[in-house]
């Protein structure tokens, strides 16, 4: 570590899931209306295309802690696709770093585990990825995103700039991706914020780092509620298909966070 850091939270689910939500979601997701919005050219967008009427499944039947480890599944039955996932309320993260050791299922279609921290700064709700399996393009190697959005009035999730007078962000950010294929051993993943910037982790080694001091980036200035999630079919991405080897699990065996002294 650079910092002189204290740690300051672990979580090794020796007491179940105390002060976690686990999620129970069966919501139908439609086909998102086309928009004329011109995006710049140095946002990347999401091109995937979106599949209508799909279904997102969360179950707490998929959520289990099992040798003090946590163990979220996901499954097909006879409905669908299920996946699972859950959210810590027992306190917020914001400067400082953030660990967690984890290992995650094979890289295969329709199938995204994803750990995050998620917050809001205003209007917008602000996802920062730390450890995800897969990037949009590229397949099979972690990535890692600071991801905004927000909500209209009517609860539809708009994919337009948010604005505040002197500074615009865009709602995607272009993923990070490491050199080489994530395994399926166990790995720690990083995620380590300060004043000046925004820095990704994977297994001790630094991955990549963002310059957080930039207006665009201001909207991740504020403390998140770190997020598991084991997915299966979800809108936006991928479907699963006979590739798709199912169930599948990631496992978590600690999450450990460190604040600066001063």
């Known amino acids: ?19 976690w939500e686990i999620k129970e979601v069966d919501e139908l997701v439609l086909k998102q209306k086309e928009t004329d919005e011109v995006i ?31 163990i979220l599944k996901a499954k097909k039955d006879e409905i669908g696709y299920c996946g699972a ?27 995204w585990p994803k750990i995050l921290l998620n917050g ?11 450890g995800q399996i897969k990037g949009i393009n590229d397949k099979g190697k972690n990535s890692f995103a600071l991801f905004a959005y927000y909500f209209d009035q009517y609860g539809e999730h708009r994919n337009e700039y948010l604005h505040s007078g002197y500074q615009r962000w865009p709602s995607f950010y272009p993923t990070m991706d490491n050199d080489e294929p994530l395994s399926e051993d166990w790995h720690i993943f990083g995620y380590e914020k300060t004043d000046i910037d925004a820095i990704f982790y ?11 001091d930039h207006p665009m980036f201001t909207v991740f200035d504020c403390e998140g ?28 065996e600690y999450i450990k966070f460190y604040e600066e002294v001063q």
């Open 85 to 111: 996932s859950v959210q810590y309320h027992g306190r917020k993260f914001g400067k400082g770093l953030i660990e967690v050791k984890a290992k995650l299922p094979a890289c295969m279609p329709g199938i």
């Open 1 to 19: 570590m650079n910092k002189n850091y204290k740690l300051t939270f672990e979580e090794k689910f020796e007491n179940g899931l105390a002060d």
């Open 120 to 130: 809001r700064n205003g209007v917008a709700h602000t996802d920062e990825i730390f």
């Open 40 to 70: 710049p050219d140095f946002v990347r967008n999401n091109t995937d295309v979106v599949r209508a009427d799909t279904y997102v499944r969360f179950s707490k039947e998929n959520v289990e802690v099992c040798d003090s480890k946590l």
């Open 225 to 252: 509620e770190i997020a598991l999630m084991l997915g299966a079919n979800l809108p936006r991405t991928e479907a699963c298909n006979e590739e798709t080897k199912l169930p599948c699990s990631m496992e978590v």
């Open 202 to 212: 994977l297994d001790g080694i630094e991955c990549f780092r963002i310059d957080i």
